[in-house]
């Protein structure tokens, strides 16, 4: 089933655990996956994208690489003019995630527990014009 397009937004399900032996798999595959919605945005004349939603919800564990594949995977996407947010991630994915201090480089609009929290909230933050 095709999933509704939220405009601005590309939401990603990440489905396995963030460690070393997949980060750069995983980097590589969401930059193709941006890439391909920026094509397909710029081809339909829709808005342009302007937030990566990763659901964790699936992610039971992450590592130092996996941590630094996100905080990097941040900076990119913040050099692109794009925001990246984390949703639902599990109880001992957040904990790893603030002992790193991995969250603060994404501030306060950086994680969220649903899609749906994230979108209204951070939409709620552009001005659109008419």
């Known amino acids: 089933e095709e999933a509704q397009r939220i405009p601005s937004f590309l939401i990603l399900a990440v489905e396995s655990p963030i460690y070393f032996a997949n980060s750069t798999y995983l980097q590589e595959r969401i930059l193709r996956w941006i ?15 302007k ?5 964790m919800t699936a992610v039971t564990a992450i590592d130092t690489s ?15 003019s794009l925001q990246l947010v984390l949703t639902n991630p599990a109880g001992n994915v957040t904990e790893k995630l603030h002992q790193s201090n991995a969250l603060e480089s994404f501030g306060t609009q950086g994680l969220y527990l649903t899609e749906a929290e994230a979108v209204a909230d951070i939409s709620s933050t552009w001005t659109y014009q008419a």
């Open 66 to 80: 996996g941590i630094e594949l996100l905080v990097e995977l941040r900076k990119m996407l913040e050099r692109r």
């Open 51 to 55: 937030c990566v939603i990763l659901d």
């Open 35 to 49: 890439r391909e919605e920026e094509e397909w945005i710029k081809a339909n004349n829709e808005s342009t994208l």
